[in-house]
């Protein structure tokens, strides 16, 4: 931190140090802790910086004794006096200050505090509405409020280091036009154009992209997107990005900047020094050997495929599937014979179907290379030799298998793996792995929509290789995609971008997007890339996730100083709230149902 002595401000607690021992100092902030003993009374004041003991002596200053009195948790005061060595045995390693403590001389208290709905910093679990609808006060917690000022440090670090790097950081609008990103809008309506409405960006990807043409080159922002979804624990309303794009570049270029500045965090941050390149893996083996597009690479179990081998089986489900045009896929969970019981195998049934499998074969492996248990008696020697071989299973391993489409399998395999790996402990919590994912499929076909969307969105620039294959086979067709992976959370992604509006309407066209709809919905876009668009590409960060995970939480609320809860309501504030008629009626809005009761 920096010396607040230094600077000329305020004395903060923690700027004392045992160099310190005899001068007088004058600090302010709140009770944190009250001890009476008698003739002494303790008090710990927390400021921003941290914490001091202070001492009010009943025989030495008998006027500031009187204050402390008055004295109760989180009262806000101003005290003086000189700071001392703590005597011999009464340290707290627990404190950066705890060999000190200030012997008051003055105090003056500057306001009173309410009986808490809380204690602050205490263990005790606190119901979540509570503590948001108190956040001034969470936020005094030391845990929330290091995770605040760090994330403080994180953006500014972000901002020195690509401003250094020739970024520009400009900002967009965010009453602007739907961008098709996948998740529902939040509208705005429109005041002075009736019955028209704003919709909060998704991300400021179409504007983006428009600065590239305006010939910015660099771009960056921290800016907040907002998209209605169902929230779950890493999601909010409104969550922050660090969004890029740069002009004229290569996913070589993208990926080298990103790297360099995680490397710069990490460093800076956490003192860690990352291996740079990062690895990269290719979202087809991403799937087939973690079945996971965001596979945590810090453990092994990863998933065989065994469809070759079980060509002839005499297990029905197995050949069935296979006939089909399904796979049969493993894990091997390493000594897994004596990490489950018979109870425990069973009791993954019911967790596969949570998963989305059908059901769940499994066999364990005993001595000499045999099979025993599950569907052991169906798989012949021939079989068996060659799975064994294929997994280097051993003997006390188990193998579990799925027979299914390959899209299946690979889903439930690659979550029962992680769920194995959670429940036995085989994830070394001291590593850092960051890992690409690179050429996604330009399209998948979504069942709800019963059409062809965008893996990563419809501006994404499809392979040079599978240009001739856009039309005839889609699905085949890669894209210059790539997926920033932190320890198996995907904490950013980007491409490079179309800069050509003929592709673009041709893309438009595979996705079923009519060229009306696509010049409604996007038609400032396609107009500007015909104004010579340079080629270029980006990327953008989830913030508050990496934030999250450098802080060791496992809620993203946990970054964020005002966030909503689970229902998308911020208890501090009580929004969002039923607004006056009169107000509807200026917008010329009527309501079709009466407003939800809270
Ligand atoms: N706009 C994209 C997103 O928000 C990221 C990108 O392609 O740059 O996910």
Known sequence: MQSALKSGMRTLCEDVSESDTGKKFTFKGWVMHYRDHGGLIFIDLRDYSGVLQVVFDENIHNESFKTAKKLKNEYVVSISGTVRKRPDGTENAGLKTGRLELLAESAQILNACETLPFQIDEETEVNEFTRLKYRYLDLRSKRLKDNIIFRSKF????REFLNNKGFFDIETPFLT???????RDFLVPSRLSGGHFFALPQSPQLFKQILMVSGFERYYQIVRCFRDEDLRADRQP???????????????????VAEELFSLIFHKLLGIKLDVPFKTLDYDEAMDKFGSDKPDTRFGL????????????????????????????????????S???????????????????????????AENNLLEGGVSKFITAEERTALIERLEAKSGDIIFYQADSKKTADGVLGRLRLYLAKKFNLISDDRFDFLWVVNFPLFEYSEEEKKLVSVHHPFTLPSETGLDLLEKSPLSVKSDSYDLVFNGEEIGGGSIR???????????????????????????????????????GGIAFGIDRVLMLLRNESSIRDVIAFPKTQKGYCPLSDAPSAVKDAQLKELGIKLREKPDKK
């Not at 036009?177 to 998740?183: A, D, I, L, Q, V």
């Not at 990863?302 to 796979?327: E, H, P, Q, Y």
């Not at 489950?340 to 492996?365: E, H, Y």
Request: glycine fraction near 10%; aromatic fraction near 10%; proline fraction near 5%.
């Open 238 to 256: 409104e969550f922050t990005q660090l969004d890029m794009e740069m002009s004229f570049v290569e996913t070589g270029d993208v990926i080298a």
């Open 339 to 365: 990490l489950l019981s018979r109870k425990d195998i069973d009791g993954l049934m019911a967790v596969i179907k949570d998963f989305g499998g059908k059901g769940l074969a499994w066999t364990k492996v």
């Open 498 to 536: 179309i800069h050509d509006p003929k592709l673009q309407a041709k893309i438009f066209d595979i996705l079923s997007i009519s060229p009306e709809d696509a010049k409604l919905k996007f038609g400032f876009l396609l107009d500007a890339l015909s104004f010579g668009a340079p080629p270029h």
């Open 155 to 158: 953006t500014y670090l972000i």
């Open 177 to 183: 036009k739907s961008t098709p990103e996948g998740s």
């Open 302 to 337: 990863f998933l065989s495929n065994l469809t070759d081998i079980f060509a002839n089986s005499t297990l029905n489900v197995f050949r069935d599937n296979i006939l089909k045009g399904g796979v049969i896929k493993a894990v091997c969970l390493p000594g897994g014979a």
